[in-house]
């Protein structure tokens, strides 16, 4: 065990955040050595949650100092800073696409006429005979019953709509209103 002691180097411990101290990794491995003694263990995992919080908010006000600093002459590094703090990569393009055949397009106006090709390619329309219905488009007339049904369905108080008509109007007019709701869609054509 010695002789593999002496060989083999000892693993130096890495923070994984860059907020960390090695004050914060010494009690990450002195709580590590404790987890047999509960109230020992939970003592120091108290203290490493304490320093964790510390640390991390002052590397915050940091890194947000430093933001601020950058925001009229490093604007590049800025938002840098800004990915580092928020843990979100932006992805630039990369300009070019393929073309039909496979090949790499670099220039901006073939890429604009390979976009062109490609949405003539998706919208067209291929099939034989288009059959249009031409009538009775506006479906069966609309019912009195079906009118009364919605009209007892909704909600009083509401708002009204752009036509400033109130449910309640419609219920005062009784008969007349709900005529007028009934037959009003049908001379519009």
Not at 92 to 106: F, R
Not at 172 to 179: P, T, V
Request: overall charge positive; charged content about 35%.
């Amino acid at each position: 065990m010695e002789a593999a002691t002496e060989v083999i180097p000892k693993v130096k411990r890495k923070a994984n955040q860059k907020w960390m101290t090695e004050e914060i990794l010494n009690l990450m491995e002195e709580s590590r050595c404790a987890k047999g003694n509960k109230e020992k263990y939970e003592q120091i995992n108290k203290k490493v949650q304490e320093k964790c919080n510390m640390s991390k908010e002052n590397w915050i006000n940091e890194k947000c100092k430093e933001i601020e600093q950058q925001r009229k002459h490093a604007p590049q590094t800025m938002y840098r800073n800004i990915e580092e703090i928020t843990g979100k990569r932006t992805f630039l393009s990369t300009g070019c696409i393929k073309a039909m055949n496979g090949d790499i397009i670099i220039d901006k106006e073939k890429i604009l006429e390979r976009w062109a090709e490609y949405i003539r390619e998706l919208f067209k329309d291929d099939r034989k005979d288009h059959n249009i219905m031409k009538n009775n488009i506006a479906g069966p007339p609309i019912m009195k019953e079906e009118v009364e049904t919605a009209i007892k369905k909704m909600k009083h108080g509401k708002a009204t709509g752009p036509d400033n008509i109130s449910v309640e109007l419609i219920e005062a007019l009784e008969d007349f209103g709900i005529g007028k709701v009934t037959y009003a869609p049908h001379k519009i054509k």
